[in-house]
C-alpha cells in the first residue's frame, strides 16, 4: 500500500481548517472565521498547484496551466522568428557587402 504523503497532509489541513472555522463560527467571530476559509484555500491551492488550471473560491482565483502553456509557446514562436529575423538580417548583410564591393570596383 503506498501512502501518498501530499494527500495526507491535504486531508489533515482540511479538517483542522474545518475545526478552526467552526470554532471561531460557535464564538462568533465572523472576521476570523472568513479569513480562515480564505486562508485553507489558498493553502490548499498551494499544496496542489500542479494539479489545477482553474481554482476560484472564498475571494480567491488563480488560473495557472493554461497561463504557462501559452507562455511557453509564445516564448517558442519568438525563439522561431527571431531565428528567421537572424537569417533574413545574415542574407541582407551579404548582400549589402556585395553592393559596397561592386561600387568600390565601379570607382
Same mark, same amino acid.
Given at each position: 500500500m503506498k501512502i501518498n504523503f501530499e494527500k495526507i497532509l491535504s486531508i489533515i489541513i482540511l #479538517? +483542522?481548517?474545518?475545526? +478552526?472555522?467552526i470554532w471561531f463560527g460557535y464564538e462568533s467571530k465572523a472576521t476570523e472565521m472568513s479569513l480562515m476559509i480564505v486562508a485553507g484555500a489558498i493553502f490548499l491551492?498551494?499544496?496542489n498547484i500542479d494539479k489545477f488550471k482553474s481554482? &476560484?473560491?472564498a475571494g480567491f482565483s488563480a488560473e495557472l496551466k493554461d497561463t #504557462?502553456? &501559452?507562455?511557453n509557446a509564445t516564448k517558442k514562436e519568438l525563439e522561431e522568428l527571431n531565428f528567421e529575423i537572424d537569417k533574413k #538580417?545574415? &542574407?541582407?548583410k551579404e548582400e549589402l557587402d556585395k553592393t559596397n564591393a561592386l561600387a568600390i570596383v565601379g570607382l
Open positions: #479538517l +483542522v481548517s474545518f475545526y +478552526v472555522t491551492s498551494f499544496l481554482f &476560484k473560491g #504557462l502553456d &501559452k507562455a #538580417l545574415k &542574407k541582407l
